[in-house]
């Protein structure tokens, strides 16, 4: 083994790194909670709804739950840029990223509304609420409670497919990475350390959901 | 004489067989990542089930490969190669990463299947004199599959995917093929349309079938 190992420029540049992470997990929760509220729409409409709204719902979710998800970045990036609408690197990732969170969670959402029975919406209808209350009072904090775990497992994936900016351009952690990489050579040591700070990441983010998961469920 | 109006040119129907090889070239790393994946997976997951001990050594290691993007696996698996001495192609350095990503997230699905057959009904199989390989073959084998087939589909789609990714490292699949594609024709919609049919074509089937049979296994 001939290879000599340099860590010292990539600590050097690692208050830089961190704060492309700080970055990376801004588009993440970013496209979270717009792949949430999406999500929660698509699979209303999903479940409720025919003709046209029902057929874009059905596509939008197939599309981006069999398809890569780099393939998704690279239209809203170069696919769209045919048209002449161009977006800056980050709106890019958000919007690949939201595109397939919301089709990945809408799934979830709709395998939680599956799970709770017809009859608790006919009991609130007869209670007097109307379907607004219904649906934001009785029925969707319960499917949060049912989908909590899928959407952590998706938040993850947001972490972990938010890399995939680096391929268009956007300087989050992976993005930074490359940059520092290719500008110093030390290919193996910045993508090293990268890698840990990408575990490190999805361990907070594990850790915190759980603590949040003992506040709200306990009973 | 070759003439320079070749570098952009339309596309030309010649261009899809193009992507369709390349098409197959994704359905040929997929194919084998998954399999020996799978095979890999399950005796991991088979080791996980057995000791505590194990289960948190192992457990952690694989638990890596799931936090940390498949982009960054590969392009530090790939830069990591030659360090130790390995010279690795494009596809096997690709189909190496691919492989062990499939297995640490296979052994997971695994355990669950192994878990879901209960202690009692191994006793009970030990105990009308089955060995320890019979009760895994002709006991567990048969419950857990059920248990966990489809989340097995769902990892595979997957990695069908996520192979997508490997084209960072220059193998010519399906994305990288559109790339090229886009590069020459600049008809990025198109291309990318076609790529993403090729895509949806290859994956959409598979889980509308995984949907049908766990439908029909849960009634």
């Given at each position: 083994?001939?290879?000599?190992f340099?860590?010292?420029?990539?600590?050097?540049t690692?208050?830089?790194?961190?704060?492309?992470?700080?970055l990376?997990?801004?588009?993440?929760?970013?496209?979270?909670?717009?792949?949430?509220?999406?999500g929660?729409?698509?699979?209303?409409?999903?479940?409720?709804?025919?003709?046209?709204l029902?057929?874009?719902?059905?596509?939008w979710i197939?599309?981006?739950?069999?398809?890569?998800?780099?393939?998704?970045?690279?239209?809203?990036g170069?696919?769209?840029?045919?048209?002449?609408?161009?977006?800056?690197?980050?709106?890019?990732v958000?919007?690949?990223?939201?595109?397939?969170?919301?089709?990945?969670?809408?799934?979830?959402f709709?395998?939680?509304?599956?799970?709770?029975?017809?009859?608790?919406?006919?009991?609130?209808?007869?209670?007097?609420?109307?379907?607004?209350?219904t649906?934001?009072?009785?029925?969707?904090?319960?499917?949060?409670?049912?989908?909590?775990?899928?959407?952590?497992?998706?938040m993850?994936?947001?972490?972990?497919?938010?890399?995939l900016?680096?391929?268009?351009?956007?300087?989050?952690?992976?993005?930074?990475?490359?940059?520092?990489?290719?500008?110093?050579?030390?290919?193996?040591?910045?993508?090293?350390?990268?890698?840990?700070?990408?575990?490190?990441?999805?361990?907070?983010?594990?850790?915190i959901s759980r603590?949040?998961?003992?506040?709200?469920?306990?009973? | 004489?070759?003439?320079?109006?070749?570098?952009?040119?339309?596309?030309?129907?010649?261009?899809?067989?193009?992507?369709?090889e390349?098409?197959?070239?994704?359905?040929?790393?997929?194919?084998?990542?998954?399999?020996?994946?799978s095979?890999?997976?399950?005796f991991?997951g088979?080791?996980?089930?057995?000791?505590?001990l194990?289960?948190?050594?192992?457990?952690?290691?694989?638990?890596?490969?799931?936090?940390?993007?498949?982009?960054?696996?590969?392009?530090?698996?790939?830069?990591?190669?030659?360090?130790?001495?390995?010279?690795?192609?494009?596809?096997?350095?690709?189909l190496?990463?691919?492989?062990?990503?499939?297995?640490?997230?296979?052994?997971?699905?695994?355990?669950?299947g192994?878990?879901?057959?209960?202690?009692?009904?191994?006793?009970?199989?030990?105990?009308?004199?089955?060995n320890?390989?019979?009760?895994?073959?002709?006991v567990?084998w048969?419950?857990?599959l059920?248990a966990v087939?489809?989340?097995?589909?769902?990892?595979?789609?997957?990695?069908?995917?996520?192979?997508?990714?490997?084209?960072i490292?220059g193998?010519?699949?399906?994305?990288?093929?559109?790339q090229i594609?886009?590069t020459?024709?600049?008809?990025?919609?198109?291309?990318?349309?076609?790529?993403?049919?090729?895509y949806?074509?290859?994956s959409?089937?598979?889980?509308?079938?995984?949907?049908r049979?766990?439908?029909?296994?849960?009634?």
């Open positions: 083994m001939d290879y000599n340099h860590w010292r420029p990539v600590f050097k690692l208050p830089d790194l961190l704060q492309s992470a700080v990376t997990l801004e588009v993440a929760i970013l496209s979270m909670i717009l792949g949430i509220l999406f929660l729409a698509l699979s209303l409409i999903r479940i409720n709804m025919t003709g046209p029902k057929w874009f719902a059905v596509s197939e599309l981006a739950r069999n398809t890569p998800a780099l393939l998704q970045l690279f239209f809203f170069f696919g769209l840029g045919a048209f002449g609408i161009h977006f800056s690197p980050f709106l890019i958000l919007m690949g990223l939201t595109f397939n969170n919301a089709g990945y969670l809408a799934e979830n709709r395998g939680g509304f599956n799970a709770i029975p017809d009859t608790q919406i006919k009991a609130s209808l007869s209670l007097g609420m109307n379907s607004f209350q649906y934001t009072r009785i029925i969707i904090p319960q499917v949060l409670r049912i989908v909590y775990h899928p959407m952590t497992n998706q993850v994936w947001a972490v972990l497919m938010s890399s900016g680096m391929l268009v351009g956007f300087r989050e952690l992976s993005g930074e990475t490359q940059f520092f990489a290719s500008k110093t050579y030390r290919i193996f040591e910045y993508f090293a350390v990268t890698a840990v700070i990408y575990y490190v990441l999805v361990k907070i983010i594990l850790g603590l949040i998961a003992n506040r709200l469920f306990k009973y | 004489m070759e003439s320079a109006a070749t570098y952009f040119s339309g596309f030309s129907p010649n261009d899809l067989w193009f992507l369709g390349a098409a197959l070239r994704t359905l040929w790393i997929s194919f084998w990542a998954i399999s020996i994946g095979i890999l997976g399950i991991l088979l080791a996980l089930s057995i000791s505590r194990l289960a948190f050594t192992l457990g952690t290691i694989l638990d890596i490969f799931r936090s940390v993007p498949l982009i960054i696996q590969l392009v530090l698996f790939f830069n990591f190669a030659p360090i130790i001495g390995l010279r690795l192609n494009p596809f096997e350095a690709g190496i990463v691919l492989t062990v990503y499939t297995s640490a997230y296979v052994a997971n699905v695994a355990r669950a192994i878990e879901a057959v209960g202690i009692p009904m191994r006793r009970a199989a030990r105990s009308l004199g089955m320890y390989w019979q009760d895994l073959r002709y567990v048969p419950i857990g059920r087939l489809p989340a097995w589909v769902g990892v595979a789609l997957g990695v069908l995917k996520d192979s997508a990714l490997v084209s490292l193998y010519v699949e399906l994305l990288k093929a559109s594609l886009m020459r024709t600049q008809e990025a919609i198109l291309v990318l349309s076609i790529a993403g049919a090729f949806f074509a290859l959409y089937p598979i889980s509308y079938y995984a949907t049979l766990e439908q029909r296994w849960s009634e």
